[in-house]
T-cell receptor, first 116, second 113 residues
Framework: EPEVTQTPSHQVTQMGQEVILRCVPISNHLYFYWYRQILGQKVEFLVSFYNNEISEKSEIFDDQFSVERPDGSNFTLKIRSTKLEDSAMYFC??????????????FGAGSRLTVL | SQKIEQNSEALNIQEGKTATLTCNYTNYSPAYLQWYRQDPGRGPVFLLLIRENEKEKRKERLKVTFDTTLKQSLFHITASQPADSATYLCASINTGTASKLTFGTGTRLQVTL
């Protein structure tokens, strides 16, 4: 099955620094998601992105966060000024379009962000 | 508010037994529920989807039920194996949203020899 590829697998950064997490979704898919999972906690929705626009976002996805599809294939999540509480695993996902309209997701392996 | 909840306590069972995990939802009626498996440090992997008009769905050793009266889905693994040890997540789309798939906290299953 085609993969969703995320880079970097692990990033360590200082508080206040900008971080960009990258995702290469399954080709030809148009619906993308970012989720995060703080260690030991649930997988939380951040944002969904469809047709080059944000479709929905959660209350977590504040002005510090942004998403882009800069070149038609990569899909990025930027955190402008990281805080300690941004430390988490960040997952990119795309919709697998073979379930009659149900949003079944294929996830990447995740990017672990550690903010010091 | 709309909630999807799973028993956060780990479930420990012996190899060969049937594991049963529970997912309850409140204050909404999802059109479908999904079940995912998550291994430590990895992303969730889709297992099964069941729609509100389906009572039961099977895939190999996995079975999912959907009871709209009890507002509950049960996830069964028969003839469980140590390799089934993982966290199992249920997920659904909340009413009023188009794309936001919301996950439960997950239940960790440990299958021992």
């Amino acid at each position: 099955e085609p993969e969703v590829t995320q880079t970097p697998s692990h990033q360590v950064t200082q508080m206040g620094q900008e971080v960009i997490l990258r995702c290469v979704p399954i080709s030809n898919h148009l619906y993308f998601y970012w989720y995060r999972q703080i260690l030991g906690q649930k997988v939380e929705f951040l944002v969904s992105f469809y047709n080059n626009e944000i479709s929905e976002k959660s209350e977590i996805f504040d002005d510090q966060f942004s998403v882009e599809r800069p070149d038609g294939s990569n899909f990025t999540l930027k955190i402008r000024s990281t805080k300690l509480e941004d430390s988490a695993m960040y997952f990119c996902a795309t919709v697998t379009g073979d379930h009659s309209g149900a949003n079944v997701l294929t996830f990447g392996a995740g990017s672990r962000l550690t903010v010091l | 508010s709309q909630k999807i909840e799973q028993n956060s306590e780990a479930l420990n069972i012996q190899e060969g037994k049937t594991a049963t995990l529970t997912c309850n939802y409140t204050n909404y009626s999802p059109a479908y529920l999904q079940w995912y498996r998550q291994d430590p440090g990895r992303g969730p992997v889709f297992l099964l989807l069941i729609r509100e008009n389906e009572k039961e769905k099977r895939k190999e050793r996995l079975k999912v039920t959907f009871d709209t009266t009890l507002k509950q889905s049960l996830f069964h693994i028969t003839a469980s194996q140590p390799a089934d040890s993982a966290t199992y997540l249920c997920a659904s789309i909340n009413t009023g949203t188009a794309s936001k798939l919301t996950f439960g906290t997950g239940t960790r299953l440990q299958v021992t020899l």
